[in-house]
């Protein structure tokens, strides 16, 4: 990228809490958020930032139906997901390369975690998936993930998303939208 726009993390946590971004949508960025890396890849691709959170605006509970939805072909997406979430054993700890997940749970109750020790992978990068997993015996730090706000993973973020909240686990549906990361 040429002329790449860097930000203060003043700078940064000031455009995030000014909603900018947002384009209408009325959902908030967890604080957990990387203010710094976020205002960087919204400046540096707004267009498909700005694609991804009209289409969350325009969207309804409803209108996302199970399955993939194209909004940039190849470079923003969202996949719409049913399940029951899992509990921490059982859920894999991963990371990408080339995609920035957004993670916006909108019915359930789950936890999202990203990993703050040392991870070992548990099997090569996967290009086809985006995805490396990973475990780690180190501490997990998990977020609640209520319908008001979303979380954001860039490359650097080593996350356990869809950690079950309750016992017995309830079923979710969550948006998971992959933005192509700027390098």
Known sequence: MSDVKTFTPAEAKTWMESRAWANGW?????????????????????????ALFTFLKNSTNESLTAGKHEIIPGRVWVNVLEYTPKDAEHTKIESHENFIDLQWTFVGEELMGVATGKVIPTGPYDPVKDKTNYTTEEEIVYSPAPADRFFL?????????????????????????KIEYKK
């Open 26 to 50: 009325d959902v908030n960025a967890d604080e957990s958020i990387n203010a710094v890396e976020f205002a960087t890849q919204y400046a540096n691709n707004k267009e498909a930032w700005d």
């Open 153 to 177: 993973y860039f490359p650097c973020d080593m996350h356990q998303p869809s950690v079950t909240a309750v016992e017995p686990a309830v079923p979710s549906r969550k948006v998971v939208g």
